[in-house]
């Protein structure tokens, strides 16, 4: 089966296509015939070594498909099955292993593409909005880069929680996009100052959170857009990672909070998975949740994909088509 491998950390060239055996499923595993991948931010981060990793690696997490075998030990599934996750052992691959207790079947009216583009980015929306920080109504929330796969999820979830969202976003396009997903208020941050239009945003007080996936660009800029006693969520590192800074900033800032998430520490138990995922797949269904997929590459095109999603040349969700 053709299947992208990394056999050398860089840059999106290091995505190669190869021909490999059919896997067959572990105990306590499914396989699946991939109908679609999510791309995510985190496969460029493992492919460059920003997050380690040892080689030769199958990227990809997120996928979307239909069962073709069945581990040992599982009870629950059947060939035939649709099932997303975001657990898959080399998504970017016309077949892939699936850990079983990681496998969500996609509910009937939900289309298989639309369950991958969903579920990454929409259980980190879902995390951050309800856990992380839990939104309330009239709280004040700065949301960066609202236009991409997790922001315009988050924007909307803090809609549907009451929140008034100030999103920021690269351009025009992306700001209308935003727009649309609710957002109150719109920064185009590559041209205006996004700490003083928090500021307007909030009669000068600050936001009560700050989610920030940009990371090392916007890190001084975020500090300065929160209120006192502020939340300061750090959860991705799309321009780097933030440089090591001294606790003392928070107490100069206003004795902020700072925290630093990822989404496994928010699922770890499957009870808390499933019941995550059953609020996604219910607020799909109900139209509460809109999830745009951005654009489809073809699954020899990953190194173009990557290429996109680096770029800022992506909105909502990039999935890869096997
Ligand atoms: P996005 O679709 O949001 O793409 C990243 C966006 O970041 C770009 O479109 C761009 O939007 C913005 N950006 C700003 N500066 C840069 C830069 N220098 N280079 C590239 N992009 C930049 O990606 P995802 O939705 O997949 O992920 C969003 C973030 O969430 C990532 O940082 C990811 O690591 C993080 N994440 C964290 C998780 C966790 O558990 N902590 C889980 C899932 C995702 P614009 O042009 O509008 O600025």
């Known amino acids: 089966m053709l299947a992208i491998r990394v056999h050398q950390l860089g840059g ?11 896997p067959a499923p572990d105990r306590g595993q499914l396989r699946l015939r991939v109908e679609a991948a999510g791309v995510n931010f985190i496969d460029t981060y493992l492919r460059t070594g920003l997050y380690k990793v040892g080689l030769p690696f199958l990227p990809g997490m997120e996928a979307a498909g239909v069962v073709t075998a069945v581990g040992e030990g599982v009870s629950g599934f059947h060939l035939g099955d649709r099932v997303a996750t975001t657990h898959a052992i080399g998504a970017y691959a016309a077949e892939t292993l699936v850990p079983a207790d990681k496998a969500m079947v996609i509910p009937a009216g939900l289309d298989t593409r639309t369950a991958a583009a969903l579920l990454s980015q929409g259980l980190t929306a879902h995390f951050l ?10 709280d004040s929330a700065l949301v960066h880069a609202a236009a991409g796969g997790v922001g315009l999820l988050l924007t909307q979830i803090a809609k549907m929680r009451g929140a008034r969202v100030l999103a920021t976003v690269g351009s025009d396009a992306k700001a209308a996009l935003a727009r649309e997903a609710g957002a109150d208020a719109v920064c185009v941050y590559t041209r205006e100052n996004f700490s003083e239009a928090a500021r307007r945003f909030t009669e000068g007080r600050g936001v009560d959170v700050a989610y920030d996936s940009v990371g090392k660009q916007t890190f001084e800029g975020t ?37 630093r998430p990822t989404l496994n520490h928010y699922i770890r138990t499957t009870e808390e998975l499933r019941a995550r995922v059953a609020d996604l797949f ?14 489809t590459f073809p699954l ?22 096997p």
């Open 12 to 22: 999106p060239e290091v995505l190669q296509i190869d021909d490999i055996p059919v």
């Open 223 to 259: 500090l300065d857009s929160l209120r006192p006693r502020g939340l300061f969520v750090s959860y991705g590192n799309a321009s780097g990672p933030v440089p090591a800074f001294a606790p003392l900033v928070l107490a100069q800032k206003g004795s902020l909070y700072l925290t």
């Open 282 to 295: 219910a607020w799909v269904a109900a139209g509460k949740l809109k999830v745009r997929i951005g654009a």
């Open 129 to 138: 909005a309800t856990d992380t920080f839990p939104l309330k109504a009239g």
């Open 300 to 321: 020899p095109a990953a190194g173009e994909a990557h290429r996109a999603l680096e770029g800022r040349g992506t909105t909502g969700k990039v999935l890869l088509i």
